[in-house]
């Protein structure tokens, strides 16, 4: 659970939060005045480790922890941006920035959630007025590729709260929770898709393990709700080059094999570098394109479904698209 105003204070120790000892609690109050704050719950069969900021970044109200799964670490950073407007607002943004680009490296897949205050942003087609705010924040979130996942009004008619990703594949099942306590934001609910990346390296004579898909035990009802949840209207519209429309869909492909077709082991000698999916910096790099065209998209056509009129198959995989 992650949680931004939570107006704890020094005064209110963690023990009372969780009292049972369940969960990895991790906190920023407010310093020096009421309100505001964040915090993170995670249940202790969750492995998790905490980033460490250093006191130049104290203001700021944000947490960091990452999400240790095999190979597998996503980065979460909580945020609460008071909704000021002021000279010290715009350092307290131009600070916060800083932090983010120090600490969401592209050594893992990061997710930044929390309230920014900025309701002027249009994440759709990422715009915003010429505000200090507004305009800083949008352009980092544009510059390092991050994906906005909350396309309904968390407080009125108004986005004030986000889910951001530089990986679209990682977060599935958005949706609008009823708020919690007293609060006047509805909660945001979502799933984290870990698709685990194997790399098989062998050498010519080496025996090694490779995996198998069983595909007559293919669960295909969830295979069908999966594809009827997946937004592909809004994944050509964000992918409007072939290449990038094709790496887009197969990313969904793999990621939806990987979770509903069951695998088993078979030994074989084989010298060749086998992977379920394209690399995670490869879809990092497909999510940044899409956030910087999103810019520029009113200049260019977007592609529709009539355009998109063929995908070959063969005994081997997916092979191309024709885009006409």
């Known amino acids: 659970m992650l949680i931004t105003e939570t107006w704890l204070h020094d005064g209110i120790d963690t023990g009372l ?6 969960f990895h609690v991790l906190r920023k109050d407010r310093l020096h005045s009421r309100g505001g704050g964040v915090s993170v719950f995670v249940r202790r069969n969750i492995n ?38 002021d000279d010290l607002a715009v350092k307290y943004v131009d600070l916060l920035i800083e932090c983010l680009s120090v600490h969401a490296t592209v050594a893992q897949t990061n997710i930044i959630v929390g309230d920014l205050n900025c309701p002027a942003i249009d994440w759709q087609s990422a715009t915003s007025p010429s505000d200090c705010i ?30 951001l990703a530089d990986d679209e594949q990682v977060v599935t099942s958005v949706a609008a929770g009823a708020p919690i306590g007293d609060s006047d934001h509805l909660s945001v609910t979502f799933k984290i898709v870990l698709t685990p990346e194997t790399i098989c390296l062998a050498s010519a004579d080496l025996v090694t393990n490779r995996p198998t898909y069983k595909w007559r035990f293919a669960d295909f009802d969830s295979l069908y709700q999966y594809f009827l949840c997946v937004d592909w209207q809004l994944i050509v519209h964000q992918n409007p080059s072939a290449l990038a ?48 065209g999103k810019s520029a998209e009113a200049a260019h056509r977007t592609p529709s479904y009539e355009d998109f009129i063929g995908i070959v ?10 885009w006409k």
């Open 313 to 322: 198959l063969t005994n081997g995989g997916m092979k191309y698209v024709v």
């Open 17 to 22: 939060l969780d009292p049972e000892g369940m």
């Open 48 to 85: 998790i480790a905490q980033v460490i900021f250093t006191d130049s970044y104290s203001i700021l109200e944000l947490v960091g922890f990452d999400l240790l799964c095999g190979k597998t670490k996503l980065r979460f950073f909580v945020i609460y941006r008071p909704p000021n407007c």
């Open 245 to 292: 429309a094709w790496d887009a869909f197969v990313d969904v492909i793999y990621a939806a094999v990987e979770l509903f077709i069951p695998k088993y082991t078979m030994t074989a000698s084989t010298a060749k570098r086998s992977s379920s999916s394209y690399p995670r910096t490869l879809r990092k790099l497909t999510c940044k394109k899409a956030s910087s």
């Open 134 to 163: 507004s305009r800083r924040l949008l352009d980092f979130t544009v510059d390092f590729g991050l994906y906005q996942f909350v396309d309904f009004g968390t407080r009125a008619n108004n986005i004030l709260d986000v889910l």
